[in-house]
């Protein structure tokens, strides 16, 4: 039994795979009994909760996840090349690369 179980699957066409990856395998290093809460979208960046299996690991654990998050602002969720947060007419908060903003942004036209 390992704490990956507690994390939910990582979808490999999402464009944070390789974030959720690569921090997946450090907290699992950092603190292999580490009790994973969500993993979610906030605000158009990555939002991991989890919880440090020993006080002691708390700011390592907290540490990691927050570089995580700090990157996701500046990758595209849907491809994973350099982006940045938009905020799309609806008010939702994404982040995204210049064609997928273009993308994104006819999806909405073409639901109104
Ligand atoms: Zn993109």
């Not at 959720?20 to 906030?42: A, C, H």
Request: charged residues 25%; glycine residues 8%; proline residues 6%.
């Amino acid at each position: 039994m390992t704490a990956s179980h507690n994390w939910p699957p990582i979808d490999p066409a999402d464009g944070w795979a390789l974030i959720l990856t690569e921090l997946q395998r450090d907290l699992e290093r950092i603190d292999p009994d580490l009790v994973m809460g969500q993993v979610k979208q906030k605000f158009g960046t990555l939002s991991v909760s989890a919880e440090a299996s020993d006080p002691a690991l708390a700011d390592a654990v907290h540490g990691r996840i927050a570089a995580a998050e700090a990157l996701s602002a500046r990758i595209c969720e849907r491809c994973g090349q350099p982006g940045r947060i938009r905020q799309r007419p609806d008010g939702w908060y994404q982040a995204l690369c210049n064609r997928h903003a273009l993308e994104a942004a006819s999806e909405m036209e073409g639901e109104s």
